[in-house]
């Protein structure tokens, strides 16, 4: 099993005593740091917003707690690896959802509640798809071939270089080779026939950064590890408890968080970084340096590469931004489940145009999360805590987000329509964060919500590397860097970091 070009004891023995700044307080951030406080490290982080976790973060108004980005995970297995790493119980407790997500489909009284038992997800298609049970474990049996045949060959190990992916790439099966030509799409028609599976199962594709008519049907994986692996799962009392966690780790390890402090400049000499700058002229020196800010878009910014320059950023695939909206309702909302896909009637209009068109969507395809169905702490009693996604555009297609209060009107109307509860009339509490908002809050790349996409050419070897070209005392984890994006990514990408400066400077 090839793993990672250092050996395991390395993590498990060596304890080392350098001092090491992390640029940025996400969770690759502070995963990182856990990791290499554990082992000696003298770590300190910078983060230029007010709190900890970045995109995993927090917003609390007039009595609701609302998490703003990620409201639940996959390969739950990768946290509690994490703490085991380090010796520490898991500082949370988890939850996993059952059903997975409900998806409601305009024009369609149906909504399908899409289970991990495959008995029971059966039975939500019946009269819709023929032998369902039969075509899904055939279907997820491919798919957990592609997931096991790649998981450490391509996503959990470090690469030096493309000729070493290159020999990565050569080792997977060749029996997965058509499912590089193959589109996503075209899979799902080989085993399914009613559009409402096929819809259902694409929807992972969007998360990638592409629709299921552009990706490569290799990605059929996240379909098997969301309806057989590992599930989905949420965190008791709310996603941020798991930054809450972290953090309360990391004071008892000594490692101080600088908050409000923005790196504004890096200086460099004789090929290492010897500081960085913040926005009050403030110098920080260290021996090594983690940049959990996008690794792209610090490349180029404050590094020159040529490679990340704006124009060489704006052509490469982006994921899409986040438009999103915390509600909180006065009233409980029956018609809804904890985690719930609404989709528009036009699927293959809406994937030509996503990603392209600088309008607001006419018919938004979005996802509400209803954290009070678990958790009613989130909001006064008697009261719903909705947070609505609809992904749009990033900032290079739709700069102009003046008509942020319209669709935000019209998603609100047509929930409201479609669960049959007056919403608008019910709001007691109203934010909104438009991709102009992502970008600013915390450097997002034309507030593209993921990071870069995942397309062929922006995986593995081909991605920004968590090990700075140039410099050798410079690190990358998060999600533009290697493996890349979502929760349980990012803290594999925090054991691949560690792994390589483990390796590269062990001397005590
Ligand atoms: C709306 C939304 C919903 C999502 N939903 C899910 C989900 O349900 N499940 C899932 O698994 N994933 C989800 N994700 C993705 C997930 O949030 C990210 O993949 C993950 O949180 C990225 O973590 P990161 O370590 O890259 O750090 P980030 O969260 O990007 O943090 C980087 C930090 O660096 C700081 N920083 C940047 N530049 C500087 C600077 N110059 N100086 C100091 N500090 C700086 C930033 O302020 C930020 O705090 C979602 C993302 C969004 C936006």
Same mark, same amino acid.
């Given at each position: 099993m090839v793993f990672c070009s250092c050996p395991e004891d390395i993590l498990k023995n060596t304890v080392v005593d350098k001092s090491v700044i992390i640029v940025g307080a996400g969770l690759g951030g502070l995963a990182t740091a856990l990791r290499l406080s554990h082992k000696g490290y003298r770590v300190t982080i910078i983060e230029k917003q007010g709190n900890s976790g970045g995109r995993l973060n927090v917003l609390k108004k007039d009595g609701f707690t609302f998490d703003i980005g990620p409201s639940f995970f996959s390969m739950s297995y990768e946290f509690k690896e994490l703490f085991e790493s380090i010796g520490e119980p898991m500082p949370f407790e988890i939850n996993e959802l059952d059903p997975l997500y409900s998806v409601h489909m305009s024009g369609n009284s149906r909504v399908f509640k899409i289970y991990k038992d495959l008995g029971k997800l059966a039975d939500e298609f019946r009269g819709i798809e023929d032998d369902f049970e039969v075509k899904v474990r055939k279907y997820l049996k491919g798919a957990k071939e592609i997931f096991h045949d790649t998981e450490y060959k391509i996503i959990k190990r470090n690469f030096n270089g493309i000729v070493d992916y290159a020999m990565s790439m050569a080792?997977?099966? %060749?029996?997965? %080779?058509p499912s590089l030509f193959r589109t996503f799409w075209k899979e799902l028609e080989l085993h399914f026939d009613s559009e409402e599976v096929k819809i259902i199962f694409s929807l992972v594709a969007f998360f990638l950064g592409a629709t299921p008519f552009n990706t490569p049907s290799v990605y059929k994986l996240l379909n098997y590890t969301e309806l057989e692996h590992d599930g989905y799962w949420n965190v008791k009392g709310g996603m941020y408890k798991i930054v809450d966690g972290i953090v309360g780790l990391l004071e008892k390890k000594g490692v101080e968080i600088l908050y409000n402090t923005e790196i504004l400049s890096v200086h460099q000499e004789m090929g290492r970084m010897t500081s960085v700058t913040d926005q009050n002229s403030r110098k920080y020196e260290a021996d090594l340096f983690v940049v959990n800010a996008d690794a792209a878009w610090f490349r180029g910014k404050f590094l020159n590469r040529k490679k990340y320059t704006v124009e060489k950023l704006d052509k490469m695939d982006w994921t899409l931004a986040p438009f999103t909206i915390y509600l909180g309702v006065k009233g409980l909302i029956p018609g809804i489940q904890h985690h719930n896909y609404f989709l528009g009637d036009n699927f293959h209009d809406y994937a030509d145009t996503i990603f392209s068109s600088n309008l607001a969507p006419e018919k938004p395809y979005y996802y509400v999360n209803v954290a009070t169905k678990s958790n009613q702490d989130a909001a006064p009693e008697g009261c719903e805590n909705l947070f609505i996604l609809c992904p749009v555009p990033d900032l290079r297609v739709k700069p102009d987000w003046s008509d942020a209060e319209k669709l935000s009107q019209d998603i609100i109307e047509d929930l409201g329509k479609r669960v049959k509860f007056d919403i608008q009339n019910n709001i007691l509490c109203k934010v909104v964060y438009t991709p102009i908002d992502w970008k600013n809050m915390f450097h997002l790349y034309r507030g593209s919500g993921l990071g870069l996409a995942h397309g062929l050419s922006q995986i593995g070897g081909l991605r920004p590397s968590n090990k700075d070209e140039k410099l050798h005392n410079v690190y990358y984890v998060g999600a533009s860097s290697h493996p890349g994006t979502g929760l349980p990514i990012v803290v594999i990408g925090s054991k691949l970091v560690t792994e390589r400066i483990l390796n590269e400077h062990q001397t005590v």
């Amino acid at each position: 099993m090839v793993f990672c070009s250092c050996p395991e004891d390395i993590l498990k023995n060596t304890v080392v005593d350098k001092s090491v700044i992390i640029v940025g307080a996400g969770l690759g951030g502070l995963a990182t740091a856990l990791r290499l406080s554990h082992k000696g490290y003298r770590v300190t982080i910078i983060e230029k917003q007010g709190n900890s976790g970045g995109r995993l973060n927090v917003l609390k108004k007039d009595g609701f707690t609302f998490d703003i980005g990620p409201s639940f995970f996959s390969m739950s297995y990768e946290f509690k690896e994490l703490f085991e790493s380090i010796g520490e119980p898991m500082p949370f407790e988890i939850n996993e959802l059952d059903p997975l997500y409900s998806v409601h489909m305009s024009g369609n009284s149906r909504v399908f509640k899409i289970y991990k038992d495959l008995g029971k997800l059966a039975d939500e298609f019946r009269g819709i798809e023929d032998d369902f049970e039969v075509k899904v474990r055939k279907y997820l049996k491919g798919a957990k071939e592609i997931f096991h045949d790649t998981e450490y060959k391509i996503i959990k190990r470090n690469f030096n270089g493309i000729v070493d992916y290159a020999m990565s790439m050569a080792n997977v099966p %060749l029996k997965h %080779l058509p499912s590089l030509f193959r589109t996503f799409w075209k899979e799902l028609e080989l085993h399914f026939d009613s559009e409402e599976v096929k819809i259902i199962f694409s929807l992972v594709a969007f998360f990638l950064g592409a629709t299921p008519f552009n990706t490569p049907s290799v990605y059929k994986l996240l379909n098997y590890t969301e309806l057989e692996h590992d599930g989905y799962w949420n965190v008791k009392g709310g996603m941020y408890k798991i930054v809450d966690g972290i953090v309360g780790l990391l004071e008892k390890k000594g490692v101080e968080i600088l908050y409000n402090t923005e790196i504004l400049s890096v200086h460099q000499e004789m090929g290492r970084m010897t500081s960085v700058t913040d926005q009050n002229s403030r110098k920080y020196e260290a021996d090594l340096f983690v940049v959990n800010a996008d690794a792209a878009w610090f490349r180029g910014k404050f590094l020159n590469r040529k490679k990340y320059t704006v124009e060489k950023l704006d052509k490469m695939d982006w994921t899409l931004a986040p438009f999103t909206i915390y509600l909180g309702v006065k009233g409980l909302i029956p018609g809804i489940q904890h985690h719930n896909y609404f989709l528009g009637d036009n699927f293959h209009d809406y994937a030509d145009t996503i990603f392209s068109s600088n309008l607001a969507p006419e018919k938004p395809y979005y996802y509400v999360n209803v954290a009070t169905k678990s958790n009613q702490d989130a909001a006064p009693e008697g009261c719903e805590n909705l947070f609505i996604l609809c992904p749009v555009p990033d900032l290079r297609v739709k700069p102009d987000w003046s008509d942020a209060e319209k669709l935000s009107q019209d998603i609100i109307e047509d929930l409201g329509k479609r669960v049959k509860f007056d919403i608008q009339n019910n709001i007691l509490c109203k934010v909104v964060y438009t991709p102009i908002d992502w970008k600013n809050m915390f450097h997002l790349y034309r507030g593209s919500g993921l990071g870069l996409a995942h397309g062929l050419s922006q995986i593995g070897g081909l991605r920004p590397s968590n090990k700075d070209e140039k410099l050798h005392n410079v690190y990358y984890v998060g999600a533009s860097s290697h493996p890349g994006t979502g929760l349980p990514i990012v803290v594999i990408g925090s054991k691949l970091v560690t792994e390589r400066i483990l390796n590269e400077h062990q001397t005590v």
